[in-house]
Each structure stands twice: as C-alpha cells, then as structure tokens.
C-alpha cells in the first residue's frame, strides 16, 4: 500500500457520523507507526503473519474482528456502509491487510 488513498468521505445515508468518529479515533489511537510501516510495505494480499496477530488483538479487544457478524455471535452487527467506511479508514492509514 502507498498511502495515498482519499479520505473517506461521509456521505448522506451511509455511516453516521458518530460511528465515523469511534472508528476514526480507535485507528488514530491503536495503529502504531509499526503497524502503519508494514500495512504500506505489503504486497500481497496479507501483511505478515506478526503483525495481522498483533492487529487482530487490537480489533478482538473492541468486538470488530468480524464486523459483519450479528452481535449475539460475536461480532460487531455493522451494517454494510459502517463496515465500508472502516474499510476506507483503515486504507487511508495504512492498517494492516487480511486481518
């Protein structure tokens, strides 16, 4: 990834704004400058093994590892703009790829 993807833009009907919020600031506060390094140095479709385990914790820790998952299995219950807005998000600042 080279860092230059656009800002994710709030669009009427799509994720509200405070759920655009909580996101921005768990990816503000839980993606490390280690972890931002290797999201923009992977290639493929995974970053490595270390660092989706290291970010997969950081998600677990908040209920967002299965995002789409309904909430009494486990998961976070987010509805498809929620779940692309984070997508977006986690793009623009380099997150780690295929969790």
Same mark, same amino acid.
């Not at 989706?52 to 299995?73: D, H, I, M, Q, T």
């Given at each position: 990834?080279?860092?230059? *993807?656009?800002?994710?833009?709030?669009?009427?009907?799509?994720?509200?704004?405070? *759920?655009?919020?909580?996101?921005?600031?768990?990816?503000? #506060?839980?993606?490390?400058?280690?972890?931002?390094?290797?999201?923009?140095? @992977? @290639?493929?479709?995974?970053?490595?093994?270390?660092?989706?385990? #290291?970010?997969?914790?950081?998600? =677990?820790?908040?209920?967002? *590892?299965?995002?789409?998952?309904?909430?009494?299995?486990?998961? #976070?219950?987010?509805?498809?703009?929620?779940?692309?807005? *984070?997508? =977006?998000?986690?793009?623009?600042?380099?997150?780690? #790829?295929?969790?």
């Amino acid at each position: 990834m080279d860092g230059n *993807f656009p800002a994710p833009d709030l669009v009427e009907g799509q994720a509200d704004a405070a *759920f655009c919020a909580e996101v921005d600031a768990f990816l503000d #506060a839980e993606l490390t400058e280690e972890l931002r390094a290797a999201g923009r140095e @992977t @290639t493929g479709l995974k970053s490595p093994r270390w660092v989706c385990e #290291a970010w997969r914790k950081r998600l =677990n820790a908040r209920g967002w *590892f299965a995002p789409s998952w309904p909430v009494e299995y486990g998961g #976070a219950g987010w509805s498809a703009e929620q779940r692309l807005y *984070f997508e =977006n998000a986690s793009a623009a600042r380099d997150a780690p #790829a295929g969790r």
